[in-house]
């Protein structure tokens, strides 16, 4: 099992910048992609962003292409999402998600595990 836990989220104005953090514990000794999602309200799941085990790979949704960076420190088990230029669209609970593989994928069912969420709030 792995246990992923969000946070950096907040209420911020348009035009800023938010990090993300998704902290991983648990049997992290295995090779895992990570990926992150957003869901607002009335709306369904989106996939945002995903890196691959190595960290060499990356795939952005264009939506947030140019303005989101994807990292991730294998040491500590930490993924972030560098967040700028925020628009009032971002606004949306933020995910992040596990996949026991080392390429990543842009389904949220090709994810093992899933963290509580943090919310992003941008106004306008």
């Known amino acids: 099992q792995v246990q992923l836990v969000e946070s950096g989220g907040g209420q911020v104005q348009a035009g800023d910048s938010l990090r993300l953090s998704c902290a991983a514990s648990?049997?992290?000794?295995?090779?895992?992609?990570m990926g992150w999602f957003r869901q607002a309200p009335g709306k369904e799941r989106e996939f945002v962003v995903a890196i691959s085990w190595s960290g060499t790979s990356t795939y952005y949704a264009d939506s947030v292409k140019g303005r989101f960076t994807i990292s991730r420190d294998k040491f500590n088990g930490t993924v972030y999402l560098q967040m700028h230029s925020l628009k009032p669209e971002d606004t949306a609970v933020y995910y992040c998600?596990?996949?026991?593989?080392?390429?990543?994928?842009?389904?949220?069912?090709?994810?093992?595990?899933w963290g509580q969420g943090t919310q992003v709030t941008v106004s306008s």
């Open positions: 648990g049997r992290t000794g295995s090779r895992y992609a």
């Open positions: 998600a596990a996949r026991r593989a080392n390429s990543y994928a842009i389904n949220g069912d090709d994810y093992n595990y």
